[in-house]
C-alpha cells in the first residue's frame, strides 16, 4: 500500500488558515485518499475524503471551511482549512481508503488565541 507523510500544521488564531499536505511514495491517480484527525481522549474523525475521480465528502463540522484536493502528478493531497475554529485542534492523519492499519505521525493543528 501507497506510504503517506502529513505536513503543515502549526498554531494558528481563531479564524486562521492552514494548508496540510499529504504527501505519496507513489502514484495516487488510483486511490481515495481521507483526512483524519484525533484529538486526546477523543476518536479519530474522518473529516474529508477524495476519490480517485476528484469526488469529495466532508464532515458537517468543517463543511464549507475545508476543502481537499489533490495533485495527481504531485502525488499529493491537500487540506486547505479555512474559519479555523479551537475545535479543530487535533492531530491530522491522512489515509487511503479503505484505510490502512499503519498510520503516519500525523501533523498538529492547534488553534488558539
Known amino acids: 500500500q501507497v506510504q503517506l507523510v502529513e505536513s503543515g500544521g502549526g498554531l494558528v488564531q481563531p479564524g486562521g488558515s492552514l494548508r496540510l499536505s499529504c504527501a505519496a511514495s507513489?502514484?495516487?491517480?488510483?486511490?481515495?485518499v481521507g483526512w483524519f484527525r484525533q484529538a486526546p481522549g477523543k476518536q479519530r474523525e474522518r473529516v474529508a475524503i477524495?476519490?480517485?475521480?476528484?469526488?469529495?465528502n466532508y464532515a458537517d463540522s468543517v463543511k464549507g471551511r475545508f476543502t481537499i484536493s489533490r495533485d495527481n502528478t504531485k502525488n499529493t493531497v491537500y487540506l486547505q482549512m479555512n474559519s479555523l475554529k479551537p475545535e479543530d485542534t487535533a492531530v491530522y492523519f491522512c489515509?487511503?481508503?479503505?484505510?490502512?492499519?499503519?498510520w503516519g505521525q500525523g501533523t498538529q493543528v492547534t488553534v488558539s488565541s
Open positions: 489515509n487511503t481508503l479503505p484505510t490502512s492499519d499503519t
Open positions: 507513489g502514484s495516487i491517480w488510483s486511490i481515495y
Open positions: 477524495i476519490t480517485a475521480g476528484g469526488s469529495t
